[in-house]
């Protein structure tokens, strides 16, 4: 059975920095894409960035040079590094996996919050 599991969420102030990880269990990690999407209430969840197997990242949504994303396949966790946080930036964030060279997100994790306040 395939889990996702996020942590790292919580309160921060406008301008601080959180780390999130997604541990992977159940799935031969390195041959999946990882990514983090974003849900704000009243909004649709969006994707905030990918990275593939080899490393290679991909950033959407205005997250661009303040997020970071990262994966270490010997531990099956991908990472979020998220600076110079915003109050927009306030949403459950979602970890999930799909294979490498398809476009369906095939897991999810259950989602953290983080919440920014100004």
């Known amino acids: 059975q395939v889990h996702l599991v996020e942590s790292g969420g919580g309160l921060v102030q406008a301008g601080g920095s959180l780390r999130l990880s997604c541990s992977a269990s159940?799935?031969?990690?390195?041959?999946?894409?990882m990514g983090w999407h974003r849900q704000a209430p009243g909004k649709q969840r969006e994707l905030v960035a990918t990275?593939?197997?080899?490393?290679?990242?991909n950033y959407y949504n205005s997250v661009k040079d303040r997020f970071t994303i990262s994966r270490d396949n010997a531990k099956n966790t991908v990472y979020l590094q998220m600076s110079s946080l915003k109050p927009e930036d306030t949403a459950v964030y979602y970890c999930?996996?799909?294979?490498?060279?398809?476009?369906?997100?095939?897991?999810w994790g259950q989602g953290t919050q983080v919440t920014v306040s100004s």
């Open positions: 159940g799935i031969i990690f390195d041959i999946y894409t």
């Open positions: 990275i593939t197997q080899v490393g290679a990242a």
């Open positions: 999930a996996a799909r294979p490498t060279g398809t476009n369906t997100w095939s897991y």
